[in-house]
Structure formats: structure tokens, C-alpha cells
């Protein structure tokens, strides 16, 4: 391999060859995964591929198809659209602002075409990739200065802002932890840290009176479900009730009664993990989180193995988000979190969420295969 | 090209931060998991158990309500099929647009539909879950009902429907022996746990049978476990258990007979019995003006209720047992009864009567101003001679009076399984002291000897009363033949014992013979009333009840008649009697409000009520048990009539 980055700009390398050198375990694991929500999908439908499943599978075939895409293309072009992609999303998020459709009574689709685009995904990827072309021109020292720090978190914030306003409180929360998670990755001063979860705290009250009323009234349930038993807590009550009634073994595929008498809201979507827990039991939940807890350490992995510092935050950046996908949905189900509109990746039924998971595994895979390519500090145009 | 070493350092620092970032991410799957213990290993069974009650959801399936029927089979109360229009509103598309306001203007083209139902469909329509079926139009006639299953492909939605509901196919004159059913009271819910009660159709026996044998006509409610989703919509059912229907009662009245009675009274207010002297059913029970039970059913309005209440006639009032009125002379037998009995009048020893009494400083009368001159016991009740009676109470003192009052079943109820049964009263002298504070007066004695004073008895009373005379068995009176299983054996306890009251045979015979005379004999006070007919005869006594007293100084210039009086002042008719005279089989009472004179209002009555009774004596006829479940004979010629 040494030959391999003997120059400053190693030659490229050949399609097949990166093709090769794909990490088959996490495309593995991705697969099962998928696999997971297609029987699941299937069991909501009753025993029937349509209306979920089948859907999902194809979504799932586009999905793997830019997988392998995003992972072949070298990251040094990754770079140099890190900030053209920010902006356009930026931009996007701004256009639904003013012309956005009503869906679900929040402001989250631009209908392009036949395609309902939903920028706070594209954002999602898009700040993962801005900041960590950010910060791989800087060295350990500059991060921690003060207006060094300026930019990266008008980055997160504006569009958290924009987000929040739509009001979309799960992918806002994500773009929020997700940024300042790579902020902490990239070495940022600890007192910047300790600063911040103060600042973080006492803003709590200030925020409370930007939440929409819906919003307020999930913390509030979530604090005290019993406030609420058949609003919001309901479902909540109900949810727990579905995973409780898995039990161990789980009342076998099909047979959960809770989710199929409807007793589970929006079963296909953010309760699809209920409806698993409940027909699988403690051994189904159980091995889907640990299917996650292996995508991600083999994402860990390849973020450690990289030489490219950006390479590293933007696998970083993808586990977190992941991670955090995951793990809110989790413990949402399972009346941990308040309820946030947050769904279980590659599970749920849903394309734009599909493609942004995909999209970000995609960049994982890349920086997987181009582990050894040295990014130059200022990407100029590469291709 | 060695590795940058501006990079070592932030390596080292995004190494070390990866590393804290993933143990922290361990640590809150740390927790998902710990959850995931709890729920689903911890609590599991218990959210098993919420997760069933979740599923399964417990209906009630309603038990057929038991009918009442006559002794010969004749439905009194039945469940009558309620042609119903039901509209389910997510079924209401046109063009596949839910409608419900279009559905019902299609349906009100094939049934007339008023604004006041559409109004009601409307709004219930959207106040339930749109699977719910909603009530449009109850009621129809089969007509209507027809029009509508013909016309169901123009009709999304609407679903026809056959309910049940209780009906009196005869109506008014058995509203005080069947009753009615209405909604359950929450008094009622607290009283009772049967489930049924809780159903907001549910209907309840609330008067008459139907209140008082309800456990046994309202069966016992099947459950049908069924699956349904978090709407409760139903998704399958999955266990059944039918429950039981109600029973049928079978009461001793003749229908026929009953209607014949109670149109005897058309205008007037009053109460008739007839018993069967041999086994104490009860053949009619009238109380007249009567009530149309049906109005109850499905909750009755205003101004049928305002009605029913302010009318003079009291027509609510079952007169038959919750009347209560003086007997009057129909007394008189118990008072010449009980002279025999104690010894005190020898039948032929004769009381002169010139019309008036005194005991004391008061004057009492007999109602033959002239007086009858000299009565022996026959010629006494013949005559109806107040004298002869005032003579024998006063010989025979209260306490005897009434105990024979009470052998002949005058004092408490009768027991007949009606609600607001009165026990009616027979003064003694203990319960002069009890109630009042005073001693008994001689006096009182004496106006109790002809059924006046504190004396009050109900008509079904009576007709006890007179059988007990007729027979001298303690007739007990009964007004269920049978219910449920029982209808099989029913023919079996037609002969019920009769328990002898140990009365001197020859000194009924004496009661009888004055009777007979009162209806049969030139002179008697009814013979008007006799009964005409092969084989036919009545014996019989007339009464009239004194309502208001009459002042010396009224009768000083005469008194007024009844007929000038108003209707509230008038006395009350009264008639009891028996027949055949020879070999009794039934006992009549008659009672008219206010009718004025016994022997013109009550008499003529009763004689046509027995008439008929006579004439359908079935002599050999069979009831129902003996007739409906043993087509073949072989149970013994039960000819009970």
C-alpha cells in the first residue's frame, strides 16, 4: 500500500478495485437490517408485501444503489461539495419556509416534481460534511479559538432554527446533537464543553416558549404520562404495554395482538419497533439493537482507520447519527424520551429517511475504501 | 509523503473523544436495554394481562324476554319484532365520499323520515365512531320495512334491521295484572348486578308480572367474547355462551273473560274479581278505567303521562287489590257466620226491626226506613236488615267479628304476586287502643256489624271472602298457573288442597240459603241480578258503601239521594256472589265506584260476569299444560276449568 499515497495525489484507483475493497460486513449488516423491516412491514400489512413492504424494498434497492455509489466516488470530491451541498440545503430549508406543503401539519416537504424532497434530511448529511471539511483544515490549536468557532456554530444553529420552526422537534434535535457532536470530535476545548451544557441549561426555559403547543405537550406527558392517558400518553401506555406483552421469546411473527388491532399509532413508521418487540419478544429487540451496536462499531472502526481527518469526522458523523436515530426511537417506544418524530433507520417505513441512512452509509463505505487517501487541507476542485 | 504532524495531535484528540463518545453511547443503550429487561422480563406478565383486556372485549347478547300468556294460551305480553332502520356512517359513500346527510335524504324518499329524526341520526351520526350503527327510524311497518330491503342497492349504508320489543297485544284492560316494562332507573342498577341492566336499551318489568316475576321473565344474559381493535370495532368473535331465555308465565286469567268483565264497566271506575272456588285461581282481575301498557315501552310522553294522572278515574290505580272500601253488607255473611259460629244467634231466632236502634243517646238505622219488621238469619240477609246485624254484632262483640273477618281472608293480602297490593282493614279493639288512644265503643261495634266504620276491604278480598263462604275451604287465591318449566307440569298442580277452615257444613248451608234468597227469591235485594240459564244459578250478596256521613239533621229532612249528589259523594256499589248455587265453581266481586247502590250498579254486573263464567265453564276444556305440551292426554283429565 505504501506505493499507494507515494505522491501527495495518489493515482486513482480503478472502479473494481474499490469495489473490492468494500466493507462486506457492514453491507452485511445493512442488508439484515432492511431484511428485519421488510418482515416487520410485512406482518403490519397482515401477511401482505403491499402497500409497505414492497415499497420499502424497492427504496431499499435505490438506496443500496447510492450506497455503492456515494461509496465508490473518491472523498477529496466528498470535500469539495461538503460546502455547495450545505448551501443548497440551507437553501431548500428556506424554500419550505416559503413555499413548503403542509404534511402531517408541519411544514417539512418541497415538492419537486414527482419527488417530495424534505431538506432537514439533506441537511443532516449535508452538516456532517460541511463541518468536517470545516475542521479538517484546522489545526488542534485553531479549533479551540473563539472566532474560529463562530462559523461551525452558525452552521448547526441556522438550520436547527429553521428546522425547529417547521416545527420538526426529532430531526432538530438530531442536526443539533449530530453538529456539536462532531464539534466535540474535532478537539474543541473542554471549557467549551462545560460552558456549553450550562449555557444549554439555562436556555431550557427560553426554548420551552419556542416549542409549538404539540411540542410542549409531549414533555409534559412524557414527564407525567398519567396527565394525559388518552392523548399522547396513550400511545405511550400502549407502546409499553405491546413490548411488555413480547415477553422473552415475543408472541411469534404475526401474532402481535396489539399492533395488528391497532391499539399501536403509526405502527409501520415510529412504532415499528414496538410492534418487533412485541412479536419477537426480548430476543428480537434485543439482536435489532445489537445488529446496530455492529454497523456502528464497524463505523467507529473505519473512523479510527482513516487517514484523512475529514474522512474521520464524516464517519464519525454518520455513526452519531445513526446512534442517534436509534437510540431516540428506542427509548421514545419505550417511554424513556418524550415522543420526538424520530424513525428506526432502514426499519421504518419511509423513503426519505431510507435514502438519508443510505446516503450516509454510502459515505462511511467511502471513507472506508479510500481509508488510506490523503486529503489535502483545501480542497480545490478535483474532478 | 510522511503523515502531517499537525495531525498526530488532533488524532490523538478525535481517538480519545471517538473512544468517550462510544462509551457514552454504550451507556445509553445501556439503558434501552435495561428498559427492554424490565418491560418485556420484569413486568411481562403483567403487561401480558393489559394487553388481553386490551383484545378481548366481553358483549352481552340479550336474552328473550319470557312471555305472559292466559290460561288457554292467549299472549298478554309478547316481544313483538321492531322493524328498525339502522345507517352505518363509513358505509354512507357516495362516490366515495362518506355522506350521511345525502343517505338519509335518499331514505327519506322510500320511509317518510321526520326533521326531528334526521336531526337526531345527524348528530348522533357525529358523535360516535363512524362504524357505529346509529338508530334512523324505529318502528316500521312491514310495508315500509319492505321498501326499504328492496331499495338497500340505492341505500349505502343503511342497514335494515329486526330488534325486539314488548308489546301487549290486548292492551289496556291487562295493564294491571301484566304491567309494563320501561327503562331501567339508576335505583334499580344499584339494587341489581345483573349486567343486562346496564345495556341503555335494556327494558325492565316495572309494574304488575312484570315487575314482580321480572328475574324469571328476563332470563339470563349469553356473552359473547369478542376481539376488537384499539376503535373497539369488532374484528372476530371468539367464544359464545348463549344465555338463557326468559320464562313463560302462564297466569290463571281467562282472557276472554277478563275483557268481557272490564267492558262491563265502560265509563265507570271500579274493580271486578272472579275466582275459581276450587283451586283459587284467579279467572279476572279487573280494575277499570285501565292504561295502555304499551305507552311505557318506549318511555311515555308528557301529555299521555298528564293524562293518565290527572284523570278522575285513576286509571294508574290497580282497584282490584290497592282499593280499599268498606264492604258494606256483602259483610254480612261474615257477621251472621261468626253469630253461628260463637252461638250467639240461633238461626231462627228473629230481631224485630221498626227501622231504627238506640243504643245509648244515638239512634242507629236501618237503611228500610220503615223497618223490616221481624228478621230471623235467612230472612236478615235476604233483607239486608241493618238491624238484625246491628243485634247480632253486639251479641258477638268486635274481636269475634273480626277474627271471623279474618278466617274468610279480610285484613291482610292476599298475597297475589302484584305490586301495591293493600291489606284493607278489620278493626278489633287492641287495634283501636294502638291507633287511636281510645277503648272501643259499642257503637263502632255495631256499624262494623253491617261493613261500615273502620272496616275496608279490596275486591279481590271479596271474591276470597265469598269463595271461602261458598266452599268453606280456605281458598287461597292464584294468579300464575305456572312459569318456565313448570308450564310441563302445570295440569299437575290444578287440584291444589284446599284446607277445610272448619266451619260448621250446616251453617254455611244457612249463609247459602240467605244468599240464594238475596238473588234468587221474590223480595231479595238482587233479584235483578239473577243468573239465567240451563244449569246455571247465582247466590249473591249486594253492598253499598256509605262514602260521606250522614248528618241527623239530613236525615231529620230526608235523605238526599244519591243521584243528586255529585259523583265524588256517591255511595259505592258493591256485589259479591257465587254459582252454581248447588255445586259452586266461581266467586265473583264487583266493585263501582261511586255507583250508588249495589243492587243497580254492582248486581247486574256480576250477574253477567258469572253468566259468562258459567258459559265457559269448559267441563273438560283444557288450560294450557294440559292442552299446549300434552297433545295426547294421559295426564289425567285435569278439567279445572
Same mark, same amino acid.
Given at each position: 500500500?505504501?506505493?499507494?499515497?507515494?505522491?501527495?495525489?495518489?493515482?486513482?484507483?480503478?472502479?473494481?478495485?474499490?469495489?473490492?475493497?468494500?466493507?462486506?460486513?457492514?453491507?452485511?449488516?445493512?442488508?439484515?437490517?432492511?431484511?428485519?423491516?421488510?418482515?416487520?412491514?410485512?406482518?403490519?400489512?397482515?401477511?401482505?408485501?403491499?402497500?409497505?413492504?414492497?415499497?420499502?424494498?424497492?427504496?431499499?434497492?435505490?438506496?443500496?444503489?447510492?450506497?455503492?455509489?456515494?461509496?465508490?466516488?473518491?472523498?477529496?470530491?466528498?470535500?469539495?461539495?461538503?460546502?455547495?451541498?450545505?448551501?443548497?440545503?440551507?437553501?431548500?430549508?428556506?424554500?419550505?419556509?416559503?413555499?413548503?406543503?403542509?404534511?402531517?401539519?408541519?411544514?417539512?416537504?418541497?415538492?419537486?416534481?414527482?419527488?417530495?424532497?424534505?431538506?432537514?434530511?439533506?441537511?443532516?448529511?449535508?452538516?456532517?460534511?460541511?463541518?468536517?471539511?470545516?475542521?479538517?483544515?484546522?489545526?488542534? !490549536?485553531?479549533?479551540?479559538?473563539?472566532?474560529? &468557532?463562530?462559523?461551525?456554530?452558525?452552521?448547526?444553529?441556522?438550520?436547527?432554527?429553521?428546522?425547529?420552526?417547521?416545527?420538526?422537534?426529532?430531526?432538530?434535535?438530531?442536526?443539533?446533537?449530530?453538529?456539536?457532536?462532531?464539534?466535540?470530535?474535532?478537539?474543541?476545548?473542554?471549557?467549551?464543553?462545560?460552558?456549553?451544557?450550562?449555557?444549554?441549561?439555562?436556555?431550557?426555559?427560553?426554548?420551552?416558549?419556542?416549542?409549538?403547543?404539540?411540542?410542549?405537550?409531549?414533555?409534559? @406527558?412524557?414527564?407525567?404520562?398519567?396527565?394525559?392517558?388518552?392523548?399522547?400518553?396513550?400511545?405511550?401506555?400502549?407502546?409499553?404495554?405491546?413490548?411488555?406483552?413480547?415477553?422473552?421469546?415475543?408472541?411469534?411473527?404475526?401474532?402481535?395482538?396489539?399492533?395488528?388491532? %391497532?391499539?399501536?399509532?403509526?405502527?409501520?413508521?415510529?412504532?415499528?419497533?414496538?410492534?418487533?418487540?412485541?412479536?419477537?419478544?426480548?430476543?428480537?429487540?434485543?439482536?435489532?439493537?445489537?445488529?446496530?451496536?455492529?454497523?456502528?462499531?464497524?463505523?467507529?472502526?473505519?473512523?479510527?482507520?482513516?487517514?484523512?481527518?475529514?474522512?474521520?469526522?464524516?464517519?464519525?458523523?454518520?455513526?452519531?447519527?445513526?446512534?442517534?436515530?436509534?437510540?431516540?426511537?428506542?427509548?421514545?417506544?419505550?417511554?424513556?424520551?418524550?415522543?420526538?418524530?424520530?424513525?428506526?433507520?432502514?426499519?421504518?417505513?419511509?423513503?426519505?429517511?431510507?435514502?438519508?441512512?443510505?446516503?450516509?452509509?454510502?459515505?462511511?463505505?467511502?471513507?472506508?475504501?479510500?481509508?488510506?487517501?490523503?486529503?489535502?487541507?483545501?480542497?480545490?476542485?478535483?474532478? | 509523503?510522511?503523515?502531517?504532524?499537525?495531525?498526530?495531535?488532533?488524532?490523538?484528540?478525535?481517538?480519545?473523544?471517538?473512544?468517550?463518545?462510544?462509551?457514552?453511547?454504550?451507556?445509553?443503550?445501556?439503558?434501552?436495554? /435495561?428498559?427492554?429487561?424490565?418491560?418485556?422480563?420484569?413486568?411481562?406478565?403483567?403487561?401480558?394481562?393489559?394487553?388481553?383486556?386490551?383484545?378481548?372485549?366481553?358483549?352481552?347478547?340479550?336474552?328473550?324476554? $319470557?312471555?305472559?300468556?292466559?290460561?288457554?294460551?292467549?299472549?298478554?305480553?309478547?316481544?313483538?319484532?321492531?322493524?328498525?332502520? &339502522?345507517?352505518?356512517?363509513?358505509?354512507?359513500?357516495?362516490?366515495?365520499?362518506?355522506?350521511?346527510?345525502?343517505?338519509?335524504?335518499?331514505?327519506?324518499?322510500?320511509?317518510?323520515?321526520?326533521?326531528?329524526?334526521?336531526?337526531?341520526?345527524?348528530? !348522533?351520526?357525529?358523535?360516535?365512531?363512524?362504524?357505529?350503527?346509529?338508530?334512523?327510524?324505529?318502528?316500521?311497518?312491514?310495508?315500509?320495512?319492505?321498501?326499504?330491503?328492496?331499495?338497500?342497492?340505492?341505500?349505502?349504508?343503511?342497514?335494515?334491521?329486526?330488534?325486539?320489543?314488548?308489546?301487549?297485544?290486548?292492551?289496556?284492560?291487562?295493564?294491571?295484572?301484566?304491567?309494563?316494562?320501561?327503562?331501567?332507573?339508576?335505583?334499580?342498577?344499584?339494587?341489581?348486578?345483573?349486567?343486562?341492566?346496564?345495556?341503555?336499551?335494556?327494558?325492565?318489568?316495572?309494574?304488575?308480572?312484570?315487575?314482580?316475576?321480572?328475574?324469571?321473565?328476563?332470563?339470563?344474559?349469553?356473552?359473547?367474547?369478542?376481539?376488537?381493535?384499539?376503535?373497539?370495532?369488532?374484528?372476530?368473535?371468539?367464544?359464545?355462551?348463549?344465555?338463557?331465555?326468559?320464562?313463560?308465565?302462564?297466569?290463571?286469567?281467562?282472557?276472554?273473560?277478563?275483557?268481557?268483565?272490564?267492558?262491563?264497566?265502560?265509563?265507570?271506575?271500579?274493580?271486578?274479581?272472579?275466582?275459581?272456588?276450587?283451586?283459587?285461581?284467579?279467572?279476572?282481575?279487573?280494575?277499570?278505567?285501565?292504561?295502555?301498557?304499551?305507552?311505557?315501552?318506549?318511555?311515555?310522553?308528557?301529555?299521555?303521562?298528564?293524562?293518565?294522572?290527572?284523570?278522575?278515574?285513576?286509571?294508574?290505580?290497580?282497584?282490584?287489590?290497592?282499593?280499599?272500601?268498606?264492604?258494606?253488607?256483602?259483610?254480612?255473611?261474615?257477621?251472621?257466620?261468626?253469630?253461628?259460629?260463637?252461638?250467639?244467634?240461633?238461626?231462627?231466632?228473629?230481631?224485630?226491626?221498626?227501622?231504627?236502634?238506640?243504643?245509648?243517646?244515638?239512634?242507629?238505622?236501618?237503611?228500610?226506613?220503615?223497618?223490616?219488621?221481624?228478621?230471623?238469619?235467612?230472612?236478615?240477609?235476604?233483607?239486608?236488615?241493618?238491624?238484625?246485624?246491628?243485634?247480632?254484632?253486639?251479641?258477638?262483640?268486635?274481636?269475634?267479628?273480626?277474627?271471623?273477618?279474618?278466617?274468610?281472608?279480610?285484613?291482610?293480602?292476599?298475597?297475589?304476586?302484584?305490586?301495591?297490593?293493600?291489606? $284493607?282493614?278489620?278493626?278489633?279493639?287492641? /287495634?283501636?287502643?294502638?291507633?287511636?288512644?281510645?277503648?272501643?265503643?259499642?257503637?263502632?261495634?255495631?256499624?262494623?256489624?253491617?261493613?261500615?266504620?273502620?272496616?275496608?276491604?279490596?275486591?279481590?278480598?271479596?271474591?276470597?271472602?265469598?269463595?271461602?263462604?261458598?266452599?268453606?275451604?280456605?281458598?287461597?287465591?292464584?294468579?300464575?298457573?305456572?312459569?318456565?318449566?313448570?308450564?310441563?307440569?302445570?295440569?299437575?298442580?290444578?287440584?291444589?288442597?284446599?284446607?277445610?277452615?272448619?266451619?260448621?257444613?250446616?251453617?254455611?248451608?244457612?249463609?247459602? !240459603?240467605?244468599?240464594?234468597?238475596?238473588?234468587?227469591?221474590?223480595?231479595? @235485594?238482587?233479584?235483578?241480578?239473577?243468573?239465567? $240459564?240451563?244449569?246455571?244459578?247465582?247466590?249473591?250478596?249486594?253492598?253499598?258503601?256509605?262514602?260521606? %256521613?250522614?248528618?241527623?239533621?239530613?236525615?231529620?229532612?230526608?235523605?238526599?239521594?244519591?243521584?243528586?249528589?255529585?259523583?265524588?259523594?256517591?255511595?259505592?256499589?258493591?256485589?259479591?256472589?257465587?254459582?252454581?248455587?248447588?255445586?259452586?265453581?266461581?266467586?265473583?266481586?264487583?266493585?263501582?265506584?261511586?255507583?250508588?247502590?249495589?243492587?243497580?250498579?254492582?248486581?247486574?254486573?256480576?250477574?253477567?260476569?258469572?253468566?259468562?263464567?258459567?258459559?265457559?265453564?269448559?267441563?273438560?276444556?283444557?288450560?294450557?299444560?294440559?292442552?299446549?305440551?300434552?297433545?295426547?292426554?294421559?295426564?289425567?283429565?285435569?278439567?279445572?276449568?
Amino acid at each position: 500500500m505504501a506505493e499507494s499515497y507515494s505522491a501527495s495525489n495518489p493515482p486513482r484507483r480503478s472502479l473494481l478495485s474499490k469495489v473490492a475493497d468494500l466493507n462486506w460486513g457492514l453491507l452485511f449488516l445493512v442488508c439484515l437490517v432492511a431484511t428485519v423491516g421488510f418482515a416487520m412491514l410485512y406482518s403490519v400489512a397482515d401477511g401482505n408485501w403491499d402497500p409497505w413492504a414492497s415499497r420499502q424494498m424497492i427504496r431499499f434497492a435505490v438506496g443500496l444503489a447510492v450506497l455503492l455509489v456515494v461509496a465508490v466516488v473518491d472523498l477529496r470530491v466528498w470535500m469539495s461539495l461538503a460546502y455547495p451541498a450545505y448551501a443548497a440545503a440551507l437553501l431548500l430549508l428556506v424554500g419550505v419556509e416559503v413555499a413548503g406543503e403542509i404534511g402531517m401539519g408541519a411544514q417539512r416537504w418541497l415538492a419537486l416534481g414527482p419527488i417530495n424532497l424534505q431538506p432537514s434530511e439533506l441537511m443532516k448529511i449535508a452538516l456532517v460534511l460541511a463541518l468536517a471539511r470545516y475542521f479538517h483544515s484546522m489545526t488542534l !490549536d485553531e479549533v479551540s479559538r473563539p472566532v474560529r &468557532l463562530i462559523i461551525p456554530f452558525l452552521m448547526i444553529l441556522i438550520p436547527v432554527a429553521l428546522v425547529v420552526k417547521q416545527p420538526d422537534l426529532g430531526t432538530s434535535l438530531l442536526l443539533l446533537a449530530g453538529g456539536f457532536g462532531i464539534v466535540f470530535l474535532a478537539g474543541i476545548n473542554w471549557w467549551y464543553i462545560f460552558g456549553g451544557v450550562a449555557a444549554g441549561l439555562a436556555a431550557i426555559p427560553i426554548g420551552w416558549q419556542f416549542l409549538a403547543d404539540y411540542q410542549k405537550n409531549r414533555v409534559l @406527558t412524557f414527564l407525567s404520562p398519567e396527565r394525559d392517558p388518552l392523548g399522547t400518553g396513550y400511545h405511550i401506555l400502549q407502546s409499553k404495554i405491546a413490548i411488555g406483552a413480547g415477553g422473552v421469546f415475543g408472541q411469534g411473527f404475526m401474532q402481535g395482538t396489539q399492533s395488528h388491532l %391497532n391499539f399501536l399509532p403509526e405502527k409501520q413508521t415510529d412504532f415499528i419497533f414496538t410492534m418487533l418487540s412485541e412479536e419477537f419478544g426480548l430476543a428480537g429487540s434485543m439482536g435489532l439493537l445489537s445488529l446496530y451496536i455492529a454497523i456502528l462499531a464497524i463505523g467507529v472502526l473505519t473512523a479510527l482507520r482513516a487517514r484523512a481527518h475529514f474522512g474521520r469526522l464524516v464517519a464519525m458523523g454518520v455513526c452519531i447519527t445513526l446512534f442517534l436515530y436509534v437510540f431516540i426511537n428506542a427509548a421514545m417506544v419505550m417511554g424513556l424520551v418524550p415522543v420526538v418524530g424520530v424513525p428506526m433507520p432502514l426499519v421504518s417505513y419511509g423513503g426519505t429517511s431510507m435514502m438519508t441512512i443510505m446516503f450516509g452509509f454510502g459515505l462511511l463505505m467511502s471513507v472506508h475504501v479510500h481509508r488510506d487517501v490523503d486529503v489535502p487541507r483545501h480542497a480545490g476542485a478535483f474532478w | 509523503m510522511p503523515k502531517d504532524v499537525r495531525d498526530t495531535a488532533r488524532q490523538a484528540v478525535f481517538t480519545r473523544r471517538a473512544a468517550i463518545a462510544s462509551l457514552g453511547a454504550m451507556g445509553l443503550f445501556g439503558t434501552v436495554f /435495561w428498559r427492554l429487561y424490565g418491560l418485556q422480563v420484569q413486568q411481562g406478565a403483567e403487561f401480558g394481562i393489559l394487553a388481553e383486556e386490551n383484545r378481548v372485549n366481553l358483549r352481552l347478547l340479550v336474552p328473550q324476554r $319470557g312471555r305472559i300468556i292466559d290460561r288457554f294460551g292467549v299472549e298478554l305480553a309478547a316481544n313483538r319484532q321492531n322493524f328498525r332502520v &339502522l345507517l352505518v356512517p363509513e358505509d354512507a359513500r357516495n362516490e366515495g365520499v362518506s355522506n350521511v346527510e345525502e343517505a338519509l335524504n335518499v331514505l327519506s324518499e322510500i320511509v317518510e323520515l321526520s326533521d326531528y329524526r334526521r336531526r337526531r341520526a345527524l348528530r !348522533d351520526a357525529s358523535r360516535n365512531r363512524p362504524f357505529v350503527p346509529i338508530t334512523v327510524k324505529e318502528n316500521l311497518d312491514w310495508e315500509e320495512f319492505a321498501r326499504v330491503n328492496i331499495n338497500l342497492p340505492d341505500l349505502p349504508g343503511i342497514v335494515p334491521d329486526v330488534g325486539q320489543t314488548r308489546y301487549y297485544p290486548i292492551g289496556e284492560h291487562f295493564a294491571h295484572i301484566v304491567g309494563h316494562v320501561g327503562r331501567v332507573t339508576e335505583e334499580e342498577q344499584l339494587d341489581d348486578e345483573d349486567p343486562l341492566l346496564r345495556l341503555p336499551d335494556f327494558r325492565i318489568g316495572k309494574l304488575g308480572i312484570e315487575r314482580e316475576l321480572d328475574l324469571r321473565l328476563r332470563g339470563q344474559a349469553g356473552t359473547s367474547q369478542v376481539e376488537v381493535n384499539a376503535v373497539g370495532r369488532v374484528i372476530r368473535e371468539l367464544q359464545r355462551f348463549e344465555g338463557t331465555p326468559g320464562e313463560d308465565v302462564v297466569l290463571t286469567i281467562d282472557e276472554e273473560l277478563q275483557r268481557f268483565a272490564a267492558a262491563q264497566f265502560e265509563g265507570e271506575s271500579g274493580a271486578a274479581s272472579v275466582i275459581d272456588v276450587r283451586n283459587g285461581d284467579i279467572l279476572a282481575l279487573v280494575s277499570e278505567p285501565g292504561f295502555d301498557p304499551n305507552l311505557f315501552t318506549f318511555g311515555i310522553s308528557e301529555s299521555d303521562w298528564a293524562e293518565l294522572r290527572d284523570n278522575e278515574l285513576n286509571p294508574m290505580v290497580n282497584k282490584a287489590i290497592a282499593g280499599q272500601y268498606p264492604p258494606g253488607s256483602t259483610f254480612k255473611m261474615a257477621v251472621a257466620l261468626a253469630a253461628l259460629e260463637a252461638g250467639v244467634m240461633p238461626p231462627h231466632e228473629t230481631v224485630f226491626c221498626n227501622g231504627h236502634i238506640t243504643l245509648g243517646n244515638r239512634d242507629f238505622h236501618c237503611w228500610r226506613r220503615r223497618g223490616h219488621g221481624a228478621m230471623n238469619m235467612r230472612n236478615g240477609i235476604k233483607n239486608s236488615c241493618d238491624i238484625y246485624f246491628y243485634e247480632a254484632a253486639r251479641r258477638l262483640g268486635i274481636d269475634r267479628i273480626a277474627a271471623m273477618a279474618e278466617r274468610l281472608g279480610l285484613g291482610y293480602p292476599t298475597g297475589v304476586p302484584l305490586p301495591g297490593e293493600r291489606s $284493607g282493614l278489620v278493626p278489633t279493639s287492641g /287495634w283501636k287502643i294502638a291507633t287511636y288512644g281510645t277503648s272501643w265503643q259499642q257503637g263502632e261495634t255495631l256499624i262494623t256489624g253491617i261493613g261500615q266504620g273502620f272496616l275496608l276491604t279490596t275486591p279481590l278480598q271479596l271474591a276470597v271472602m265469598v269463595a271461602r263462604l261458598a266452599t268453606g275451604n280456605e281458598v287461597l287465591p292464584r294468579l300464575v298457573r305456572a312459569a318456565g318449566h313448570d308450564v310441563e307440569q302445570a295440569s299437575t298442580n290444578v287440584a291444589l288442597p284446599q284446607m277445610p277452615l272448619g266451619i260448621d257444613p250446616a251453617h254455611l248451608a244457612i249463609i247459602h !240459603d240467605g244468599m240464594n234468597a238475596v238473588v234468587n227469591e221474590v223480595g231479595g @235485594t238482587a233479584t235483578r241480578s239473577a243468573v239465567l $240459564g240451563e244449569g246455571m244459578s247465582m247466590a249473591g250478596k249486594t253492598g253499598t258503601a256509605q262514602v260521606r %256521613n250522614i248528618s241527623s239533621s239530613e236525615r231529620e229532612s230526608g235523605v238526599v239521594r244519591n243521584e243528586d249528589l255529585p259523583w265524588r259523594l256517591r255511595d259505592h256499589a258493591l256485589f259479591v256472589g257465587f254459582g252454581p248455587v248447588e255445586a259452586p265453581k266461581y266467586a265473583v266481586s264487583v266493585v263501582v265506584e261511586h255507583g250508588s247502590s249495589g243492587s243497580g250498579a254492582a248486581g247486574p254486573r256480576a250477574r253477567d260476569i258469572m253468566q259468562r263464567a258459567l258459559e265457559r265453564d269448559p267441563g273438560g276444556r283444557a288450560a294450557i299444560g294440559n292442552m299446549a305440551l300434552f297433545p295426547v292426554g294421559g295426564t289425567g283429565g285435569g278439567s279445572d276449568g
